[in-house]
Every structure is written in C-alpha cells, then in structure tokens.
C-alpha cells in the first residue's frame, strides 16, 4: 500500500485521511498494487488537477483501475474488497466532479464615462458582427458609407449588419428600421404584411438585412438574427450524475417558503433522484435584501442581510459535500446593482467561502460542468434575468405569453444572442467588453428573476426559468403576477432529459 501511495505522491498528489485509511482497508495483491501504480496517471483526470485527494476521489481511482484489473486477470486474482468496488454502481458521491469557470465578470473598477460606454458598445458590434458574418446570407454584406445622406443610387441584392437606433411604425403599418454602423446610418423599409420579423426587433440589438436600395432607403426581404446555430449533436457527459436549477430564494422575506426548504434539504439527502445530483446551480437572490424597494421594511422577517445571508449558509452546510454548488448574485443580493455584478464576497458568506463545493460566480457567468479527458464537459449560461421585463414590452407577442410561460423570451434573448440588448433594460456598468453578449452557444440556459417557471429546449440548448422559494408577494399582486414557487429543474447529464420536482405538493 505504501508504495502505491509514493507513487500518487510523484504524480504531484495529496492524500488526505480518508483517501489513505480507505485504501488501507482494502485488501489489495501485490500484482493489483504493481498494476495500479502503472496507472497512477490518471488520478490527475479524475481529480482534474486538483492535488489534494480525498475518499471519493481515490475510491472513483481504485474503481477505474480494478475494472481494468479485472478484464486483464483471472477473477481469483481480484481481491474481493476491490470487486466490490466494481460491483457497486457508481453514485454522484463516488464520482469527481469538474466546474470550470470559462467567463464571468472579473475586471477592476474604472471610471466610467463616454469612453467606457464606447468601448462596451463597440464590443457588442465586433462581436455580434463577426457571428452574423458566418450566415451565408449576409457574406457580400456592405459599409453603409456606400450609401451617402440623400444618396440616389440603386442597387439590388444589399446586405448590410447594423445596430438598430429606431423602429419606427408609420400610420399606414408599414416599419422603419433606423440602422448605424461605424461608417454611417440607412433606413430599412418593411411594407406591412411582410411578416420577416420586423415585430420581434428591438431597440440596440444588431441585425443583418437584405433587400434593394432606392431613393434614400433599403426595401428589405429578408432580416438575419445572430440566433444559435443547430447542433451537430447533444453533448451529454459519460457519468450517471445529475445538475439542479434553482433561483430567487429570498431568505429573510415574510414570504419565505421554509417548507419548500425543507423538503428541498430532504430530497438531496434521501430521495433516489437527488442523490443522483452532483451539481446545483443557485441563479441569484439568495436573500430578499435590505432596502431592494421603496418599503420593504414591512416585507421582511429578518431585517439584517447579514443575518439572512447566516440562513442562506445553514440551507447550504446541509446539502451533501461531494454536490458543488455555483451561485450567481441577483438583483435582491448585496451586490453592487449594476451589471454585470461581481460574485458575492466574503463578508456576505464566511462560513462557506472557502468550502472548496461553493462556487461563487458573477451574474451572468459561462460555467463549465463534468470535463474530463475526451470530454468537453456542458456549459451552463447562468443570467439572473433583469432585462427580461423590458424586453417583454417591446415585443408584442411577448406580452401575451410572459410572466407564465419565460421560455419565450429566453429563445428570443438566444436568437439576438444577447442578454441585456436594450439600453436602460438593466443598470448598466460599462467595461471594457460586453459581458451579456452569447458568445459560446451554451449547453443549459438558466434564468430566474420572474418566480415563474419553465423548461424547454431551443436548437439543443435547454432553457430553464428557475423558480423560486418566495410565495406570492404585494407587488405580484400589484402588477398581476402570480407566482409559481417550489420547483425544482433537473437534468440528467448522462442523456440530458429533464424532469421537475415540486416541492409545494
């Protein structure tokens, strides 16, 4: 046993207690240890680079290399504590687990004046540009210089990329798009009844068109979203393990729901399912805040965030250790209120900040799950959801199907490949990129903010409203919104179906 241990110790390895009193209970052959520590290699995957190796990871270690053991040696050979390992189907807590932050928010503060905000938008424009580029039918795309002010050229088949200043509806039906680039401006003309999406389009996002160009403007057939592409295939992951969804749980609100907390705690610990999940991802509104709205005062049963974030951090000391947690900030969370917001500090949560199962992440954040070797891994595009409201009321059709059904505005946020495209939709912080532009097509969508929910798939990517643990509150009464409380979003990552858990039944 001992030699095996020097062996992980020359792959750069740690063993903590757990890792060396498991393998000394198991009753390993000298061939077994010989054969193990020629493939002490692949701890490193298993840990993915982490050097300290506790119980779980070494039992996923011995696990692997007696399977390998077993199918190269009589079956006499396998001592009979390592068949057991084989013979037991693996868990969530047997399995090592992989998060890898791939974008969040993470630059120093700066002063923040015309040249911030042109640097923000000018990244928006380069970026969204160079994918609207990859549709073929935007290749012979043009400078709107081309066309000067009072221009009288004519000119078919013209296809120009540009962000979108105005829509303008004139007294016969007919739309106007107000279009600029960084060489100048054109107007694009829509007749009524066209129906190539001129009413889904909204102020700041950016568009492909194509049409012809007469007398000062582009008579449009054809308009080009940067949407998503489709999949060549769905990734999925090779381990038997599960991610949860949720948001919006509003600690230290009166309309806290305890007992949806309660069970929540219940189900991972001891239900079937939830000890199948390996990840949880929390987007944003961990507690209801202090001083969020005019009055909340009245609202709240615990009148501290300290003192509400304290509970947030008892719901998340129960839930098993070997589950990684990604927590996103919402707009209720004691983060600065523009976005993109910084992850949640130290101060807010000492008694889990440095558990090496938390992960704190900046809102919105690109989040990479179960990678390991000749696997990518699923990315998981967290949004707290703050833009959605306005995005809903420039957009007629939406207003008819949001609050209840968000997967709406969710594969219309997919297909502008935008977060936050209308100016004045969040409180912005400029910097130096733009944080809310989808760059890297995500694998999971996952927004909360509404306290509704929904799940649903788009082009192979699954889109999840979390929902939430606050009942009904004074302002959904006030705007006509009902909640829908309770839920839990699952997905299996092995074959990437869903379920729901309700936990108000």
């Known amino acids: 046993m001992e030699s095996l241990v020097s062996a992980l110790i020359d792959e750069g390895m740690l063993l903590d207690e757990g890792a060396i009193g498991f393998l000394r209970s198991l009753n390993m052959s000298g061939d077994f240890i010989k054969f193990a520590k020629a493939r002490t290699a692949k701890i490193k995957t298993i840990s993915a680079g982490f050097p300290i190796i506790n119980r779980e990871k070494i ?17 006499s050979d396998v001592p009979d504590s390592i068949s057991k390992i084989e013979i037991a189907p693996k868990t969530a807590k047997d399995i090592a687990s992989s998060v890898l932050i791939k974008n969040e928010f993470n630059e120093k503060m700066r002063e923040k004046n015309i040249d911030a905000f042109f640097d923000y938008y000018a990244s928006r424009y380069s970026k969204l540009k160079s994918i609207l580029l990859q549709r073929p039918e935007l290749s012979g795309a043009v400078s709107m210089n081309r066309f000067g002010k009072n221009s009288q050229a004519s000119e078919k088949n013209v296809c120009v990329i540009g962000m979108v200043t105005n829509v303008i509806q004139t007294k016969n039906g007919n739309t106007v798009i107000e279009l600029e680039d960084p060489t100048g401006k054109i107007s694009a003309f829509v007749k009524k009844g066209k129906n190539i999406g001129e009413d889904r389009i909204i102020k700041d996002e950016l568009i492909g068109v194509k049409g012809s160009f007469s007398k000062n403007y582009l008579f449009s057939d054809l308009i080009i979203f ?18 949860a969804f949720i948001s919006d749980l509003h600690f230290g609100s009166k309309q806290f729901l305890a007992d949806a907390e309660k069970k929540f705690i219940d189900w991972i610990n001891n239900d079937p399912k939830g000890k199948e999940v390996k990840y949880i991802f929390i987007a944003g509104d961990v507690v209801d805040g202090v001083g969020v709205y005019p009055g909340q005062e009245k609202d709240l049963e615990i009148k501290d965030v300290y003192a509400q974030y304290a509970l947030f951090e008892k719901f998340a000391l129960q839930i098993p250790e070997h589950v990684q947690i990604i927590i996103s900030p919402g707009n209720h969370d004691a983060a600065r209120s523009a976005e993109p917001q910084p992850p949640l500090g130290m101060e807010l949560l000492p008694n889990i900040y440095h558990r090496r199962n938390i992960h704190l992440v900046s ?13 990518p891994g699923i990315d998981v595009l967290m949004y707290h959801g703050s833009s959605i409201t306005d995005i809903v009321n420039d957009i007629p059709y939406l207003r008819l199907k949001t609050m209840k059904e968000p997967q709406h505005v969710m594969k219309e946020m997919l297909k502008k490949r935008h977060l936050a495209p209308i100016y004045g939709s969040i409180t912005l912080s400029p910097e130096q990129k733009d944080y809310f532009v989808i760059d890297t097509v995500p694998d999971i969508f996952l927004t909360g903010h509404l306290h509704s929910h929904a799940i649903e798939n788009y082009k192979g990517i699954t889109m999840i409203c979390s929902s939430s643990f606050q009942g009904q509150t004074a302002f959904m009464d006030r705007v006509g919104h009902v909640a829908n409380p309770g839920k839990i979003s699952v997905v299996d990552l092995q074959t990437r179906k869903h379920f729901v858990v309700d936990l108000m039944k």
Do not use: M, Y
């Open 59 to 75: 039992t996923a270690f011995i696990g692997d290399i007696s399977r390998e053991f077993e199918k190269k040696s009589a079956p």
């Open 226 to 243: 940067p949407d998503v592409p489709f999949p060549q295939k769905i990734k999925t992951i090779s381990d038997p393990v599960s991610a």
């Open 363 to 375: 809102n919105p954040a690109l989040v990479n799950i179960g990678a390991k070797e000749n696997e």
